[in-house]
């Protein structure tokens, strides 16, 4: 296992796929940080995304998976702090891209757009995917960590 403990926050439109990843996740052994929603009342995803990264910040877990109705909205919220590097994936292609060439600590998915199953493979992907590193790529992730 890369990580160990992952955090997860939904808005109202990933609430019903954070509750299939998290049992996933349970049974593959991860301690999971659940921040939230917990139902189907509106709220809103900055929210969640500024929660996620309180937690990578302290360190109470080492990745998380964000997930709103698109994934697009809290994909832009979550990028917004330095220590998230926040992927929006759609397929297993695109989750093991994220963490090898960029070594994305954040999983972004769309509740109302993705189907668990591929969800699923999705979350399963990124999480055992290892950063390839080398010139290139951590060439370019350290220019992303940059500060304006």
Same mark, same amino acid.
């Given at each position: ?48 995304? @500024? *929660?996620?990264? =309180? ?7 080492? $990745?998380? /998976? #964000?997930?709103? %109705? ?20 759609? @397929? *297993?292609?695109? =989750? ?7 070594? $994305?600590? /954040? #999983?972004?998915? %769309? ?20 950063? @390839? ?16």
């Amino acid at each position: 296992m890369i990580f160990k403990t992952i955090a997860m926050a939904a808005d109202h439109g990933g609430v019903e796929l954070k509750s299939v990843l998290k049992e996933q996740l349970v049974g593959a052994g991860y301690a999971v940080l659940d921040l939230g929603t917990d139902g189907p009342q509106a709220v809103d995803y900055p929210d969640y995304a @500024d *929660a996620l990264a =309180a937690a990578l910040k302290d360190r109470r877990a080492e $990745a998380g /998976v #964000l997930i709103c %109705g698109t994934g697009i909205g809290i994909s832009i919220a979550a990028n917004r702090h330095p220590e998230l590097r926040a992927a929006l994936v759609h @397929d *297993a292609f695109t =989750a093991r891209m994220a963490r090898c060439h960029n070594d $994305a600590n /954040v #999983l972004c998915l %769309g509740g109302r757009t993705i189907g668990p199953e591929v969800a699923k493979d999705c979350l399963k992907l990124f999480l055992e995917t290892a950063f @390839d590193g080398g010139d290139r790529h951590a060439r370019r992730v350290a220019k992303l960590d940059r500060k304006p």
